[in-house]
């Protein structure tokens, strides 16, 4: 694939997660909690469940809803940090350690400045623990890059051996 394909593709992408993220964080309090809850519910519906008397279900959905959402900030921002780090790779072609110190920067910046929106949405208010868990996020898609790109350089190099 060209460069400048890549360039596009990946710039693309990096903006698509970006303004997903920000329509999430632009729900009031009320909507993205019925969607968290929504998503727990589907889950514990699910046929390993059915054995489960339905209160106990209703305690999963009720008592796991923090932890639903804080895993979304993650798994949001996991996807973002590859993505960045891609766009910036595919810009940035001479410089090998550059992308990732920027990716990890740049996730920072755009989590805090998604919390600092937060406080012009209904119900809604700026937490650092969700900058941190989404710049944890965007660290884990650089360890992800980082062990897909070596498993990538060895099969290559034991092909050629």
């Not at 054995?51 to 209703?58: F, G, I, R």
């Not at 809803?65 to 639903?68: A, G, Q, V, Y």
């Not at 766009?87 to 940035?92: D, N, T």
């Given at each position: 694939m060209g460069i400048v394909i890549r360039r596009?593709?990946?710039t693309l992408t990096t903006l698509l997660l970006m303004l997903s993220s920000f329509?999430?964080?632009n729900q009031d309090a009320s909507v993205s909690g019925r969607l968290s809850r929504g998503i727990l519910a589907k889950t514990a519906e699910v046929e390993i469940f059915n054995?489960?008397?339905?209160?106990?279900?209703?305690d999963f959905v009720r008592n796991s809803?923090?932890?639903?959402r804080k895993l979304a900030h993650f798994t949001e921002y996991t996807l973002l940090g590859i993505s960045l780090y891609l766009?910036?790779?595919?810009?940035?072609l001479r410089s090998k350690k550059l992308p990732y110190y920027l990716t990890l920067i740049l996730a920072f910046l755009y989590a805090s400045t998604d919390e600092v929106h937060q406080i012009f949405v209904s119900g809604r208010g700026p937490q650092f623990g969700d900058v941190?868990?989404?710049t944890s996020g965007a660290l884990?898609?650089?360890i992800i890059v980082t062990a897909v790109r070596f498993l990538i350089k060895k099969y290559?190099?034991?092909k050629c051996s």
């Open positions: 596009i593709i990946f329509g999430f964080s054995d489960v008397p339905y209160s106990k279900k209703a809803d923090h932890i639903t766009m910036l790779s595919a810009w940035l941190l868990i989404d884990f898609g650089l290559k190099f034991s």
